[in-house]
Each structure stands twice: as structure tokens, then as C-alpha cells.
């Protein structure tokens, strides 16, 4: 139970399927997972494998079958659909693909909304977002809108945004899929940068083996379950 | 929720055109509304605030067509609680060419400036009124508009009667906004032996007498008195307060109330559609973003929100532009000219107001189902689309 307690994110025997047409998918079987606080890992598998699955459970964007999910000691099944927005609001970062940001806010505006959450009064929120920025080294672009910004910036300004409650767990879905390599090289550094500086856990799904690389460990998942995995043996197997 | 007001105000603003267009629909239907009901208001107010004057107006059973003696006004004057009484007798001729006749009135010089006691005669102007007997006494906004001053001449041609009125200003009348200031009055006697020197039938009609009460109390008692002392006569009468001749003087034209509130009512429902139709459009674009939203711990309840105050600024901007536009234009632009006998009309505060909250009622309920289903809507199905 040791490994359980100091876990950030427990996974106890989830389950998961989905129903389309009548049909059972099922996409976790019995799984169980422990991913230690400030540990960095990557989450690779084939497309339609249950990469995002997992990552909207460990939100509680979604509710497993069967099992029990566990972060930072909460069980989000004990949480209501309320207590669940608060409770995202309060412990977690998630960064997507596409960065999503609001065109009509500014990067400062942006990084400030999940801050509209908190009870944080208005020159705090500048404060934290401000911080946010600069960690992800754009606080020369606070007053820019999305559309005066690369795709880079953007993926940063997104990640200040995850970053400016303070989250416990950081969960990012493909978040160099969209990005040159140049710019996915600045997203990764800054990934790892947050997790050696701040401790912050992250759990990274990607496709980009040298992504993958850049991850304290591999998690691959296959067949419903999942494996630890060795970058290289996994290349060399491809 | 007030932290949320700078993201909803960037939202209306994100789509300028379409925001644009569905605020103007509200404006300029908010605009005719507060119209229509400042009409009803504003007559309302005029009625209460000359209650205290405590008038009595009585006209035949059979309504205004119907025939009073001219005798009557001095029975009446006689009649315990009466302090004063006068013929008002509608003249109805044509001023030169122009098509729309205001008001002209055949009174008692003698009795009018105290049944009309909030209707503001300079003295020396209504002794000169009284000493002629062409003479003819004219509201301040009437003056205004035909260009009179004392001493021009105003020629009416007979149109109900066959005779006309050569008459000379005499005496200008004001006083408050709740008054009515587009009326002439002249001496009953001159168009009475007019008709008499054209051997009209038509002469010795009072048209209706105007009297004033001594008191509220004597003004109730009053009521039967009159119509008791002439019930068996050849003309019955019926005595109404200024209250109830204004509502039998409206029935003429039909129910206008309900005509104004059903059009009202008519342009509401537009206005839903309208708005409606605009969230909707707003929730079918950003539903990635509604998603992104409940995935960094906006809940349910947030979004509803987000959406909600954006409808609602939306119809609020509309009524403020619509509403208030209409005050400031009635307060600015002198529309006596353009709408004869509504020269009384203005936009009431309350009116403007109550306006504006219709506009933002209208926003917040046309946005309730767009709002509804964006803060019901899946966060996995809006991540599907987003990752
Ligand atoms: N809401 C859903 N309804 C039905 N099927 C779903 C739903 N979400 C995911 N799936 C299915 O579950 C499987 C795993 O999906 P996902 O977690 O998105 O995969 P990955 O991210 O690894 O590509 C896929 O077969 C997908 O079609
Ligand atoms: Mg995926």
C-alpha cells in the first residue's frame, strides 16, 4: 500500500468500455496503475489504443466501468459532477494538441481564466498569470492575442495556462502533435524543466519516439493493459 | 460572477456583424415599444395629475355625437358642489389648407381659466380674451408650431357647421408637460349666434360642459346629482371623470391597450427568435471551446453562466440603444410639428427604463436553451473534436 500512498495518480483495477451501435468496446481491462509523485511519463500506443481514455479518467472527465481512480488522494468517484469542476480547477493542468487558446483573449487573458476559478482577487490573478508566463518564457507577449503568436508560443502560453493554478498533475495529450520540430524541442524542454524545477507530475501522451525520450518512463499500452517499456527496445522492434 | 463580465463583453464582441445586427433588431423594436407604451403612460400621468383639479366632464347618454343644451351649464353651475362650469363645444373647422384639425373649443371666457386652472392664462392676456368676443385663447405648444402671437389672425372654415370663425389670438396658455398644450378656445356665444344669424338647427348644442368640483368628495356626489336632475329631460346626460372620458374618448378608436400590448407582444416574441437564433449560432461554433472550458474546472454551472450574461448584454445593449434613444430623441427633437396633437408625447423615465430590462429580459430568456445545453453539453465529445 506504500506505493499507493505516495502515489499522485492511482489506477485500482479500472475497467473501461464504451457502447457505440450496441456494440461493447473495451478499451481498459483491469488495470491497475501507481504513478509516483514528481514522475514524468509517457504514455505511447497505437492509435484508438486508449491514450486519451486514460487521460480523461485520471481528469474525471470521464468515469471508469468498473475500478476505482485515485489522484492525489481524492477518489474521483466519490466526487459529484460540481465537485468534479472544482476539484479540475483546483489540482489540475491539461494541455491538448490544439492549443485551444481564446482568440479573443489575450496570452496574460488566457493564462488568467482557470485563475477565474479561485477566490484570487484580480491583481493576484495578474500576479500568478504573469509568473505563468514567464516560466514559459513569453511574459514579452502577455498583451498578444493567439493569432499574433507561432504555433510554439501558443503550445507555451496554453502550458502557462495549465500551469497557473499550481496543478498537482499535469496531463498533456499530444502536445508536440501539431508543432515543428524545433518548437516541439522548446515544449519538451519546458515539460521537463517544470518537472525537475517544480516537481511537477506529468503524464505525456505521445506518437514522438524522441518525445518519449525525453520522459523519466514509458508506459506502452497495448491490449487494454499497460506495459513498461524501453524506448529503445520499443524502436527496434518497429 | 461580476470576474466573468470582461470574457462575456470580449464574446459579444467576437462576432461584431451578427452581434451588431441582432442589437439593432432590439434596438429599433425596443425603440417602438417604448413608443407605444410612453403613449399610454404619459396619458395615464396627464389623467392623475389633474386629478386635483377635481373636473367633471358631462356629456350626453349617447355619447359625444349626442346633443347638451346650453341651458344645461347654467343648471349645472347652480348645483350644490359645482364651483365652476363651461361649455367645451368642438368646433372642428380647417385652418387654411392644412388637413389635420387640432383642437378648437367653444368655452365660457368667464369660467374656463378656473375650470382650466392648471392651464396658465397670463391675466391681462385672458381680460383681453374675455373683452372680445372674436377673441380666441391658444396653447403654447399650438402657438409654437403655427407661428401665432397675440394679435394674428386665425380663420376657421366651417367643416361640422356652416359657419366660419374669424378669430384673433388673444391670450397664449401654458403650464406643466402633463398638460395639453395644442388646444384653441373661443367664445361659445360667437359660433352660437353665428349659427343662429345662418338659421343653423345646429345652434344651442353645448357639445359637452366641463365643470370643476369644489371638492373630491362633492365630485363623487355630483355624478348622480347630474344625472338625476336631467334623467327625465329631452337630452339625458351622464357625468364622467376626466379618467373615464379619457377611456370612453379612447374606446372610439378601438381597444388601443390592447392593440399596443399585442403588437408589444408580437414584437417580443421576434425578439426571441431573433436573440435565440443568435446563441445558438455562438454555441455551435465554440463548442471545442465549451469543452476546453469544463476541462480546466469550468462547471456546468459557469458555462451556463458565460452564456447567459452574454445573451444578456446582448439585449441590454439593444435596449439601452433602443430605449434610451428613444428618450433622448423625444427630449431633443420638438415632434409636435410632425405628429399634430401628440405634442404632449414624451419617453417617461420609467417607460425607458422599463424598456431596457424588457430588452435584457428578452436576452437572458431567448438564451436559456443555447446556455442549457452548452453547460450539458459532453466534455468528451467537445475533446474528441479538440485532440
Ligand atoms: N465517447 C466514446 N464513445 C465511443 N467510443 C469511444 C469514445 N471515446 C473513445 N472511444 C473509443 O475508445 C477507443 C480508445 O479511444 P482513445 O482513448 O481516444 O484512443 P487514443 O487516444 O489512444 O487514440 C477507440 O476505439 C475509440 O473509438
Ligand atoms: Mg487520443
Known amino acids: ?238 | 460572477m461580476i470576474k466573468f463580465l470582461p470574457l462575456v463583453v470580449r464574446n459579444v464582441a467576437r462576432n461584431k456583424i451578427r452581434s451588431l445586427f441582432t442589437c439593432l433588431s432590439i434596438a429599433v423594436s425596443l425603440f417602438l415599444v417604448v413608443m407605444l407604451y410612453s403613449f399610454l403612460t404619459v396619458q395615464d400621468e396627464m389623467t392623475v395629475a389633474s386629478r386635483v383639479y377635481n373636473r367633471l366632464i358631462v356629456m350626453n347618454v349617447q355619447g359625444l355625437a349626442g346633443n347638451v343644451p346650453i341651458a344645461y351649464v347654467d343648471r349645472i353651475r347652480k348645483l350644490d358642489g359645482v364651483r365652476s362650469a363651461t361649455s367645451f363645444s368642438w368646433f372642428g373647422g380647417k385652418y387654411r389648407d392644412e388637413k389635420i384639425v387640432f383642437g378648437q373649443f367653444g368655452v365660457d371666457p368667464q369660467s374656463v381659466a378656473d375650470v382650466y386652472e392648471d392651464y396658465v392664462v397670463p391675466p391681462d392676456q385672458l381680460q383681453a380674451f374675455q373683452a372680445d368676443r372674436t377673441g380666441c385663447v391658444v396653447g403654447a405648444l399650438l402657438a409654437k408650431n403655427k407661428g401665432w402671437s397675440i394679435g394674428d389672425k386665425v380663420p376657421l372654415k366651417g367643416d361640422i357647421y356652416p359657419v366660419n370663425l374669424e378669430l384673433t389670438v388673444r391670450g397664449i396658455y401654458d403650464g406643466s408637460s402633463s398638460i395639453d398644450r395644442e388646444m384653441l378656445w373661443f367664445h361659445f356665444d360667437y359660433l352660437d349666434e353665428s349659427l343662429k344669424a345662418a338659421r343653423s338647427t345646429m345652434a344651442g348644442n353645448a357639445g359637452i360642459v366641463v365643470l370643476r368640483a369644489k371638492s373630491a368628495e362633492a365630485m363623487n356626489r355630483l355624478t348622480e346629482d347630474i344625472e338625476l336632475a336631467f334623467a327625465s329631460s329631452d337630452a339625458p346626460v351622464k357625468a364622467l371623470t376626466e379618467k373615464q372620458f379619457q377611456a370612453e374618448f379612447m374606446s372610439y378608436m378601438g381597444d388601443v391597450r390592447a392593440f399596443i400590448r399585442y403588437t408589444s407582444i408580437a414584437i417580443v416574441i421576434a425578439l426571441l427568435c431573433v436573440a435565440a437564433n443568435t446563441m445558438a449560432m455562438a454555441l455551435r461554433e465554440r463548442t471545442r471551446e465549451i469543452a476546453l472550458f469544463k476541462a480546466i474546472g469550468f462547471s456546468q454551472a459557469n458555462v451556463l453562466s458565460l452564456f447567459l450574461g452574454e445573451a444578456v448584454v446582448i439585449g441590454a445593449l439593444g435596449g439601452v440603444v433602443g430605449c434610451l434613444g428613444a428618450k433622448l430623441l423625444f427630449a431633443t427633437v420638438d415632434f409636435s410639428k410632425m405628429l399634430p396633437g401628440l405634442g404632449w408625447l414624451y419617453v417617461p423615465w420609467s417607460t425607458a427604463l422599463a424598456g431596457v430590462a424588457l430588452a435584457a429580459s428578452i436576452g437572458l430568456v431567448s438564451g436559456v436553451v443555447p446556455a442549457w445545453r452548452a453547460a450539458h453539453l459532453s466534455v468528451l465529445e467537445g475533446l474528441r473534436k479538440v485532440v
Open chain 1, 1 to 238: 500500500m506504500s506505493e499507493h500512498a505516495d502515489a499522485v495518480v492511482a489506477l485500482l483495477n479500472v475497467s473501461k468500455e464504451f457502447m457505440r451501435d450496441k456494440i461493447r468496446i473495451p478499451v481498459l481491462s483491469n488495470t491497475t496503475l501507481h504513478i509516483p509523485r514528481g514522475d514524468f511519463v509517457a504514455v505511447m500506443g497505437p492509435s484508438g489504443s486508449g491514450k486519451s481514455t486514460l487521460l480523461n479518467l485520471c481528469a474525471g472527465l470521464d468515469r471508469p466501468t468498473t475500478g476505482e481512480v485515485i489522484v492525489n488522494g481524492q477518489n474521483l468517484g466519490d466526487l459529484s459532477e460540481a465537485g468534479l469542476s472544482r476539484w479540475r480547477s483546483e489540482n489540475l493542468g491539461f494541455i491538448f494538441q490544439s492549443y485551444n487558446l481564446m482568440p479573443v483573449l489575450t496570452a496574460q487573458e488566457n493564462v488568467e481564466l482557470p485563475l477565474l476559478l479561485t477566490p484570487l482577487r484580480r491583481a493576484e490573478r495578474r500576479k500568478h498569470a504573469a509568473a505563468a508566463l514567464a516560466i514559459v518564457g513569453l511574459e514579452d507577449r502577455a498583451d498578444h492575442y493567439p493569432r499574433q503568436l507561432s504555433g510554439g508560443q501558443e503550445q507555451r502560453v496554453a502550458i502557462a495556462r495549465a500551469l497557473a493554478n499550481d496543478p498537482v498533475l499535469l496531463l498533456a495529450d499530444e502536445p508536440t502533435g501539431n508543432l515543428d520540430a524545433a518548437s516541439a524541442q522548446d515544449v519538451l524542454d519546458l515539460l521537463v524543466q517544470l518537472n525537475d524545477h517544480y516537481g511537477t507530475t506529468i503524464i505525456m501522451v505521445t506518437h514522438d519516439p524522441k518525445a518519449a525520450r525525453r520522459a523519466k518512463r514509458l508506459l506502452h499500452l497495448e491490449k487494454g493493459d499497460f506495459v513498461q517499456a524501453d524506448i529503445d527496445a520499443l524502436e527496434a522492434a518497429r
